[in-house]
């Protein structure tokens, strides 16, 4: 299919990116309106690299001096994308109506899917911090190939695996092309380590402990000597797991004000499920994309 055909499927090219039509309304608001503020941490992911746990750990980490009691944190009864909004799907919805972002706790946690060259100005010159979280394209791929068919209209059919993989390839899907998105924050958080913050998703799965110690410290707020004793970052870890969100009620039914299914951002949270989907050629094709994308970029999956 043409570009033209892809824009009738309700995707829109904006500054080199496939943004949906949902999606450019609050683009286009959040750019005009949205003032980022020194305190403010913006999360930033492509769609399935790991959004829903960052939301949590992020959550979890920075307000963690208000929820001391394990039993009644926030995140165990309500979803981590309403603790954490979506700054073009949630909260830029309409474009008459701004929301007043005035009277949130700082510091304020937001997310987005939006590349770097589309971010409302404030959020790139202001002293706000910036995580984004990447991961490996063909864990991505899979994830979003599950994650779009059970978000398909009933009755509208699922897109097979090769259809779902010529146009992720060609960088036709939300936010995409994702090599390109990857990349616009990477040399960002090259350029400006103190306000950018670059992780892969496979790399807090392996060292969780590490890089939540990391993050802290990146977001002004290092675990002191008393919470190291008495294990906050182990508690923090085991909160935002995998196995303890995706089985909490709040996260197993209902749906988003942005009309998605809770349930849908819980599959398996593991690395490397690729390998149970993605043919020889598949993979063969997808690393070629990636080796020649970030060749000399210093990035590697
Ligand atoms: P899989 O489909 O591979 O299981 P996003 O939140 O950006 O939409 O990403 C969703 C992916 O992250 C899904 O991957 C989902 O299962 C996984 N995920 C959600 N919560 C997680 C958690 N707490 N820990 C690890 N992975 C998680």
């Not at 700082?106 to 409302?120: A, D, E, N, Q």
Request: charged share 25%.
């Amino acid at each position: 299919p043409t570009e033209k055909a892809w824009v009738a499927h309700g995707l829109h090219k904006y500054h080199g990116f496939w943004l949906s039509t949902k999606q450019m309304q609050g683009v286009l608001a959040c750019q005009k309106h949205f003032q980022a503020v020194d305190s403010d941490i913006v999360l930033v992911t492509t769609l399935k690299s790991g959004t829903t746990w960052f939301q949590a750990l992020l959550f979890a980490l920075v307000k963690r001096a208000h929820y001391l009691d394990p039993q009644r944190h926030p995140l165990l009864t309500e979803n981590p994308h309403v603790l954490v909004p979506n700054l073009e799907f949630d909260v830029y919805t309409d474009r008459q109506v701004l929301p007043d972002l005035s009277s949130l706790a700082r510091p304020r946690l937001i997310s987005t899917h939006l590349p770097y060259v589309c971010l409302p100005d404030s959020v790139k010159h202001s002293g706000c911090k910036v995580v984004y979280v990447c991961r490996d394209p063909k864990d991505v791929f899979v994830s979003l190939w599950h994650f779009s068919n059970k978000l398909r209209p009933v009755g509208s059919g699922t897109m097979s695996l090769d259809e779902a993989f010529d146009k992720f390839c060609r960088g036709v899907n939300t936010s995409g092309p994702f090599w390109d998105h990857v990349l616009g924050f990477w040399k960002e958080s090259l350029k400006r380590p103190e306000s950018a913050f670059f992780i892969k998703f496979e790399e807090m799965k392996q060292e969780p402990a590490l890089h939540l110690r990391r993050l802290a410290k990146f977001l002004g707020c290092p675990f002191s000597p008393e919470e190291e004793t008495h294990g906050v970052v182990d508690g923090i870890l085991r909160l935002c797991s995998f196995e303890n969100l995706s089985n909490l009620d709040v996260n197993k039914s209902g749906i988003l004000s942005s009309g998605m299914e809770k349930s849908a951002f819980f599959r398996k949270g593991e690395v490397g499920d690729w390998m149970n989907y993605l043919t020889t050629e598949m993979v063969k094709k997808l690393d070629s994309i990636t080796q020649e994308k970030f060749h000399g970029s210093g990035l590697k999956f």
